[in-house]
C-alpha cells in the first residue's frame, strides 16, 4: 500500500534553515508528481500547499509567503522527496505533510513538526 513519512522537522531558531524529507513506498513513485502542504495551528487555517514536483523534476512553490526561500527536488532512485526551507520565521511553524495523489484520492504521511522560535 502507500506509505509516506516524512522526517527531518524539529525546532529551528528564526533565520534557519531545515530540510525534510520524504520517503515513499508503494507506488511506481518516479511517475507521480509529489506535493509539501503544511497545517499551521491557526483557527480556520486551511493545509497550504507549500510545494510541487513533477515526475520529471520540475518544481513549483506554492504560498507566496515561502516563495523564494523554499526549493523542492526528488530522487527517484531512491523513492525520496525533499523541502529544503531557509529564512524559517515563525510563521512557518507548522506540521509538514507529503501528498500524493494516485488513482483519485490524497496519499498523506503523517507529518513532522517544524518549530520556529528562538
Known amino acids: 500500500q502507500v506509505q509516506l513519512v516524512e522526517s527531518g522537522g524539529g525546532l529551528v531558531q528564526p533565520g534557519g534553515s531545515l530540510r525534510l524529507s520524504c520517503a515513499a513506498s508503494g507506488f511506481n513513485f518516479r511517475n507521480y508528481a509529489m506535493r509539501w502542504y503544511r497545517q499551521r495551528q491557526v483557527p480556520g487555517q486551511e493545509r497550504e500547499l507549500v510545494a510541487a514536483i513533477s515526475s520529471g523534476g520540475g518544481g513549483v512553490t506554492g504560498v507566496d509567503s515561502v516563495k523564494g526561500r523554499v526549493t523542492i527536488s526528488r530522487d527517484n532512485d531512491k523513492n525520496m522527496v525533499y523541502l529544503s526551507m531557509t529564512g524559517l520565521g515563525t510563521d512557518d511553524t507548522a506540521v509538514y505533510y507529503c501528498?500524493?495523489?494516485?488513482?483519485?484520492?490524497?496519499?498523506w504521511g503523517e507529518g513532522t513538526q517544524v518549530t520556529v522560535s528562538s
Open positions: 501528498n500524493v495523489y494516485i488513482g483519485g484520492r490524497d496519499y
